[in-house]
């Protein structure tokens, strides 16, 4: 079995041109924890996580602080957003670097690369770099469990 077989085909992505605020309707429309984001040909160039534009929420104490379990509730910090002039700046200044993966590969290949780079959720491309869609470690561990009830006697 290929990630062709297993991989979600509706994929939810963004231009490279877009503003933070744009991403984050989409998160929000879409349900989603991962949006590629394209150049002009299609072709995926990086990846905003549903924790990227989160970490926009946290209060600046959470990156001085090792162990926060004595914060019982952030308070006030939960009523705050991002100023206006952050949601306009665009996608790219948020983006990570893009891990991505063939339709062709195999499913035991897929699970090892999110593995180790710690990824839930991986941008599928076809041989000319096209994003064609999006496959998670769940997606994968289903198809392979499915072929052992498949061979159970």
């Known amino acids: 079995m290929v990630i062709r077989d297993c991989m979600k085909t509706k994929v939810f992505h963004i231009p490279s041109s877009a503003r933070i605020s744009e991403a984050a ?15 002009e040909k299609g072709k995926p160039i990086g990846v905003l996580r549903l924790e990227d534009l989160l970490k926009l ?16 509730d952030f308070g006030a910090v939960e009523t705050t957003r ?51 869609g999006i496959i998670s470690r769940v997606d994968i561990g289903t198809a392979i469990l499915s072929l052992w009830s498949a061979e159970t006697p």
Do not use: C, W
């Open 25 to 39: 309707e989409v998160f929000v429309k879409n349900h989603i924890g991962l949006l590629p984001v394209l150049d």
């Open 57 to 72: 929420e946290l209060p600046d104490f959470i990156n001085l602080v090792a162990d926060f379990d004595f914060v019982h």
């Open 82 to 132: 991002p100023e206006a002039s952050q949601l306009a700046q665009a996608v790219t200044l948020l983006m990570q670097p893009v891990t991505t993966i063939e339709d062709t590969s195999g499913l035991l290949r897929a699970y090892a690369i999110m593995l180790q780079y710690n990824l839930m959720d991986m941008p599928v491309v076809n041989k000319g770099g096209e994003l064609v």
